[in-house]
């Protein structure tokens, strides 16, 4: 449970998933915090946070990105090294 009392998943690792030319799906246990350090509810086990910058319910996703044809930046080629974890 978060501080607000929401379910986060348990010790279900953290993973995010750039869609292609849509949000960053987050699963697993997380906390979203505002600037100030306040937690910002959930509300899902997973959930979608907006890339394009026009979502009305900002950081989550609202399918706005549809709307004006947002376009992310192709794969990396798989031969790239991966980042330290």
């Known amino acids: 449970m978060t501080g607000a009392g929401l379910p986060t998943g348990g010790d279900i690792p953290v993973s995010i998933t750039a869609c292609p030319n849509g949000p960053l799906l987050v699963r697993g246990s997380f906390e979203i915090l505002t600037p100030a350090g306040e937690v910002i509810p959930p509300r899902r086990k997973t959930v979608a946070l907006c ?7 900002k950081p989550f996703c609202d399918g706005s990105h549809k709307a004006i044809n947002f376009r992310t930046e192709p794969e990396p080629p798989a031969s790239q090294p991966r980042l330290p974890s």
């Open 51 to 57: 890339r394009c910058g026009i979502s009305a319910l």
